[in-house]
């Protein structure tokens, strides 16, 4: 194998021949760098998209500390090349390696992939190609790394199962320590490495709680093409796999890494609470991180004045996926632009409800850097507010613009969403409408200096949510709808972006897709697709000639409303929330009847019953599901609904 | 409070460009917990002046960067400070305060020093020819992001020799605003591909 010393002398000889250099080097402050010869176990930690992107990412950071914490272990980083430095790489005979030490990701036990997205599969393959590995985990053996993958994305990991080891169902800060103390235990360590077959090493990787380990399932398809079963084809492999959910948040990493290059979100961002009770019936990230837990406002607060000190950033993202519903907001932004207010920061608080007292919390930060305020109403009708179990009135939309304008922000980004169940043009005409509405409530604030921008995303129907079971919109209803909003919005002060749909298409096949879509995927990168979320970068008619080769149809995965009894190709993945909880929600959304945040009224769906034990070890108000008082007492599970 | 610092650049930061040195010290400043002076108005930025701008892949070991910071600070305890607060590839010289009325260190440039190690396989009798042509010559028109130019008057020195059995090749190239010489492209005038050598700033030459 090809030594460090030897990728570095032959990285010296091109590294002037690429862009940006800075993002194969390494080098960057705080990383960690430890003696190979005085631990264990070695984990590659690997964003499958470049540097820029990929090195600000918090997932990875988490799990960069908490191997890196561990004596008998270290984790390192890579990222995908670009185009032309991978052409340099290949010409010049280097395997893709670790920024930290150069060494080749070939030479490390465990390699680590996050899959926060799906357009970063074909990236996924490449890495594992210039890494000289084989692509198709069957084809890799003992003297290979064990590859895992862990994310969002990961929810559903079948179109990626031939590629992946084991994949890791859920959060990660726990089971990545499960991971390496099995792969220890039948592999061996460095200083007393053992003989060991490859399959005894996954059998006992897939007895980890959280850990799917696709090779030991069989899956039986229908003349349909629906699936008819998923079968474990060992006693080890359980039926259902079941995520992982750390009870209590660990402290937030402080160190980020300080990249020495631009780079997106080149930041410090400190996760103020994970899981939102709110149930948007659109909302992947709502429904797969429940419960809701919430760090403390001085935990908090301590870590920003650490992470200050230690990386030196000038912004600050406080982050969750609704800032609003945190239990002590006021508290913390009080707190945090109290501290931190003068010495040059800008903060971000995302996910703002739609609401006068969001202007009060992001005046006290003083956030002007950038001049736009974000608001998300992702639909402009009541009927399609009450079908997403979004609902805010217009009325409170135009006071909270009002106020936004009043208090000096000119510009107010919209977000909305079309494409939800059963959107009309008319309410696609309505988005249209509302964001004239609100430009004309800036006018009277701040006259011709007021603009809107709308940002009008599509729906993909996402597993794991109330609306897996409808159909996504077909390209010509997506055009026919945005065609529309580029009519209506042709006002100079609104600016309008959308997604292409060929994005939305490719989003929704492989979110969707069954184990059968591996091997489109394969031929797509085969045929050079890669860097699929780079609009610039992808290249559409490579897919659709990929599921022509396989003889698979798009529309199966994509425009087919599902039957109700049918089984989903990641129904043996739980994320704790019942499918038939899923499935009322759905229900209830075709008859508009909207569902109050869960901390108001446990809806039952499902997480209580399965880390009942987790929450009786953790009560009290830091997880915003109901306490359980003993073990004799049931889960309410009754539906009370409201509106309707 | 004006501060200048010396420094040398060089590892991994050889990779990283004039416009992120910049941002690299205001992390690095507050990291070690200098208070620095901002610019009023809507995009506050730092008031940091770096000498000359080191193109993207050379060392230097002769770097300069002035700071304005508010307050009073202990000179002596300062190099420390900052050099626990630098990543790898930075060290720092020498730190020392400067009058604030002082002319910007950019204006005060006039020259600089490089230090090429050449590629072994290169015939150094050749170079010495080429060398002995060009600095013979009244111009060396050259063509830069479309524009013409004359590289000859920014040569003012071009030394061949030979240290630890490697070719090194000594430049000294004018580096005033607005008349700046580059090694890369007096590498290239020379026939020498400079992607192949290594390109280390050795001293930056001060008006008098």
Redesign the interface.
Same mark, same amino acid.
């Given at each position: 194998m090809i030594t460090p010393a030897e990728i570095e002398n032959r990285l010296d000889?091109?590294?002037?021949?690429v862009s940006k250099?800075?993002r194969?080097?390494?080098?960057?402050?705080n990383i960690t760098i430890k003696d190979w010869a005085a631990v264990e176990t070695s984990v590659a930690l690997i964003f499958p998209d470049i540097y820029d992107i990929g090195v600000s990412n918090v997932g990875l950071k988490i799990l960069y500390d908490q191997v890196n914490q561990r004596e008998d272990a270290l984790a390192e980083r890579a990222y995908a090349p670009w185009r032309d430095m991978e052409d340099q790489m290949r010409a010049n005979g280097i395997p893709l390696y670790s920024l930290e030490t150069y060494h080749p990701l070939a030479a490390f036990d465990l390699i680590g992939f996050s899959l926060p997205y799906e357009t970063l599969y074909t990236n996924a393959l490449n890495i594992l190609d210039l890494a000289g590995l084989p692509v198709k985990s069957m084809e890799r053996d003992e003297n290979h790394p064990i590859v895992i993958a862990g994310g969002h994305a990961c929810m559903n990991p079948e179109p990626m199962h031939a590629f992946i080891d084991a994949f890791v169902i859920g959060e990660g800060e726990e089971v990545i320590h499960d991971i390496i103390n099995t792969i220890q235990k039948v592999k061996g360590t460095r200083t007393h490495p053992m003989p060991y077959q490859r399959n005894d090493l996954l059998r006992a990787l897939a007895q980890i709680p959280g850990v799917y380990v696709p090779i030991f399932y069989s899956v039986k398809y229908l003349d349909d093409n629906s699936i008819e079963t998923v079968t474990p084809i060992i006693p080890e492999a359980p039926k259902l796999v079941i995520k992982r959910m750390v009870p209590k948040l660990p402290a937030p990493p402080t160190t980020f890494i300080?990249p020495?290059?631009?780079a997106v979100h080149n930041r410090i961002s400190i996760e103020i609470m994970r899981g939102c009770t709110r149930g948007c019936r659109f909302c992947h990230a709502g429904m797969i991180n429940r419960p809701v837990r919430e760090r403390s406002v001085e935990e908090v607060v301590k870590a920003v004045d650490n992470a200050? %000190?230690?990386?030196?950033?000038?912004e600050l993202a406080l982050l969750s996926l609704s800032s609003s519903d945190y239990t002590n907001i006021l508290e913390l932004v009080t707190a945090v632009g109290d501290h931190f207010g003068d010495?040059?920061l800008a903060i971000s608080l995302p996910s703002l409800r739609i609401e006068t007292v969001s202007v009060d919390l992001m005046d006290k930060l003083r956030d002007? %850097?950038g001049t736009g305020f974000t608001l998300a109403p992702e639909a402009a009708t009541e009927r399609m507010r009450r079908i997403i179990n979004k609902f805010i009135p217009d009325d409170q939309l135009l006071e909270t613009a009002h106020e936004i304008y009043s208090r000096g922000w000119t510009t107010i980004k919209l977000y909305f969403m079309i494409g939800h169940p059963s959107e009309t043009l008319e309410d696609v005409q309505a988005i249209a409408d509302l964001c004239k509405k609100v430009l004309a409530v800036g006018r009277k604030v701040i006259g011709f200096k007021a603009k809107v921008h709308a940002g009008v995303s599509t729906f993909v129907p996402k597993p794991h949510t109330p609306f897996q079971w409808v159909a996504c919109d077909t390209v010509e209803q997506i055009t026919l709808k945005q065609n529309l909003l580029k009519r209506e919005l042709r006002d100079k002060n609104i600016k309008l972006s959308w997604t292409p749909p060929d994005d939305t298409m490719l989003e929704a096949w492989l979110t969707r897709g069954d184990r059968r879509m591996s091997e489109v995927i394969y031929t797509a990168w085969k045929n050079g697709a890669k860097f699929d979320a780079w609009q610039e970068e992808r290249r559409f008619a490579i897919w659709t000639a990929a599921f022509e080769e396989h003889g698979l149809e798009p529309g199966f995965y994509t425009h087919r409303p599902r039957r109700t009894d049918e089984i989903f190709p990641w129904d043996h993945i739980s994320s704790a929330v019942r499918k038939n909880f899923l499935f009322q929600d759905f229900r209830q959304s075709l008859e508009g009847q909207v569902r109050v945040d869960c901390r108001q009224h446990c809806f039952a769906c499902g997480i209580l019953p399965t880390f009942n034990s987790l929450r009786r070890e953790n009560p009290g108000e830091y997880w915003k599901c109901p306490v359980l008082k003993s073990p004799a007492q049931p889960v309410e599970t009754a539906l009370p609904v409201l509106g309707g | 409070m004006r501060i200048r610092i010396t420094f040398s650049k060089t590892g991994a930061l050889r990779y990283i460009g004039h416009l992120d040195l910049h941002k690299l010290w205001e992390r690095t400043s507050r990291r070690a917990g200098l208070d620095l002076i901002y610019s009023q108005g809507f995009h506050p930025q730092p008031k940091i002046q770096l000498a000359s701008a080191l193109p993207l892949g050379f060392s230097s070991i002769c770097e300069l960067i002035d700071m304005w910071i508010n307050g009073e600070v202990d000179l002596e305890k300062l190099p420390e400070r900052l050099s626990k607060a630098v990543p790898p590839g930075l060290s720092i010289q020498k730190v020392e305060q400067v009058d604030e009325k002082s002319p910007p260190l950019q204006t005060q440039v006039i020259s600089s020093e490089y230090d090429v190690v050449l590629p072994e396989w290169l015939d150094l009798g050749a170079v010495e020819d080429k060398i002995s042509a060009c600095l013979q010559a009244d111009t060396l028109p050259r063509e830069r992001r479309g524009k013409t130019y004359d590289l000859r008057p920014l040569i003012e020195q071009l030394n061949l020799s030979e240290r630890d059995t490697q070719a090194h090749l000594l430049m000294r190239l004018t580096a005033r605003e607005g008349a700046t010489g580059r090694p890369e492209e007096v590498l290239d005038a020379l026939g020498i591909p400079y992607e192949e050598t290594r390109v280390q700033r050795t001293r930056l030459i001060f008006k008098e």
């Open positions: 000889k091109i590294l002037l021949k250099p800075g194969y080097v390494g080098g960057e402050m300080v020495n290059i631009e200050i %000190r230690s990386t030196g950033f000038e010495k040059h002007r %850097r | -």
